[in-house]
């Protein structure tokens, strides 16, 4: 299955949007200016990288020179080899991050036709920030993790006003931050508000605007409410989960995550650092067990 299309949000400005975002659809971006292009994040599968290279090459004059990736999660870097074109771009540790992953997601979900794939990890790395040019466009990549994960890069457009999030910010699904940090989350999405971006293109979701940022402030701040009253009565995160359930965020999908997202606020409560290392695996494990299954990955 190959689902998305390219949609221009602003002049050379497009968002690459798959589905409804759950498990493994996560959105992309093109700039196109000069003759010239760049990609924000790729996709899943070797199927959807090809799809999504021909929608490209059907809007740009030729393959995207740089490749930027916001994290390092295979649902946004797997389809990096089907560009080998392009210069691919990130923060150092999302490098760092990527390398040490390797394909280890297509190992969680064996069932999907992952297709052949190869790591491409960035070739070209930035510790705050740095400035990208395609053509007239100019695009700002700043480092605002631990949030996500500890090397989150979002590509800022300040004359379009127009934001790619990644993974930072969702829309119509849970937010995840086992491998970040819910109080970096927060402390990201205010950096992102103080930008005042009119479109925001979030990591999985439709587009949207800056009340993306605030939804997901709201689910990152009930996050640490539930961990300070479940650490102060005594009781584990799979206990709160169970007892408190998504609440408002109900119709968010993948709800299961709180179970994961709760061992990060537990963590950050009992003053581990943000973005130290969990058990992801033993996470992911207690994850399903609360779903009643693994989840179903879309890609």
Known sequence: MTDGRLTEIADGVHAHVQGDGGWCLNNSGLLAGGGESALVDTVATAGRARALRARVLAVADRPPRYLVNTHFHGDHTFGNCVFPEAVVVGHARARDEAAAAGLHLTGLWPEVRWGELEVVVPQVTFEERMTLYVGELRAELLHVGPAHTCGDTVVWLPDQRVLFAGDVVMNGVTPFCPMGSVSGSLRALAALRALEPLTVVPGH???????????????????????????????????????????????????????????????????????????????????????????????
Do not use: K, S, W
Not at 270 to 286: H, K, Q, S, T, V
């Open 205 to 299: 979701g439709p587009v949207g605007g800056p009340e993306l940022l605030d939804a997901d402030a709201g689910y990152f701040r009930r996050l640490q409410e539930l961990a300070r009253e479940g650490v102060a009565a005594g009781l584990t995160p799979y206990d709160v989960a169970r007892e408190a359930g998504p609440g408002p965020y109900a119709g968010l999908l993948d709800a299961e995550r709180l179970v994961p997202n709760l061992h990060r606020a537990y963590a950050e409560e009992r003053g581990a650092l943000p973005g130290a290392p969990l058990d992801i695996g033993a996470l992911f494990r207690e994850m399903a067990r609360y779903h009643g299954g693994l989840p179903v990955c879309r890609a």
